[in-house]
């Protein structure tokens, strides 16, 4: 079987670590070699020095995105969930692969998270207590073609996860 990566793309809270989960735990069950990786949990166990400049940021996407790339053209699905906030990476991070490359964006307004903000990292960084936060005080460029979006302010984890494999079973990446 062929491998290919998964891009999940969103704002900080909006649900790409947990719908990353879902379908590599669903994957899985249908007999795919799977590996997720989390932006976050790399940037702490790869992560060295780097902080959140531009320049850091970037060089942590494109880390995952030659993780994702070496797993995917073994065979293994890789499943990358950061938020990824500039488009031109991403771009790179795509032209970079040599098989199939699949940006999801995992969109929920900002309005929502704030209200959620589970960790109070919203709250903080209104406040200016956290710097270069994306989305609030540093951008986030959302895609402008991924080929699949989710809503997840107004959509279940469930009815993302089945929009996802849907896509994916109509696209022959796995069995429908």
Known sequence: ????????????????????????????????EVKVLDGDQLR?????????????????????????????????????????????????????????????????????LIRRDPKGLYAKALKGEIQAFTGVSDPYEPPLSPEIVVHTDRESIEASLAAILDWLGRQGLIEA
């Open 1 to 32: 079987m062929r491998g290919f990566t998964l891009w999940f793309t969103g704002l900080s809270g909006a649900g790409k670590s947990t719908l990353a989960e879902a379908v590599g735990h669903e994957l899985r069950s249908r007999g795919r």
């Open 44 to 112: 702490q166990e790869l992560g060295g020095r780097l902080g959140f400049s531009k320049h850091d940021r970037d060089a942590n996407v494109r880390r995952i995105g030659v993780m994702a790339r070496q797993l995917s053209s073994g065979g293994v699905v890789a499943i990358a969930a950061a938020i990824s906030p500039y488009r031109d990476v991403r771009c790179e991070v795509r032209r970079d692969h040599e098989g199939t490359f699949v940006e999801i964006f995992v969109d929920c307004p900002l309005a929502e």
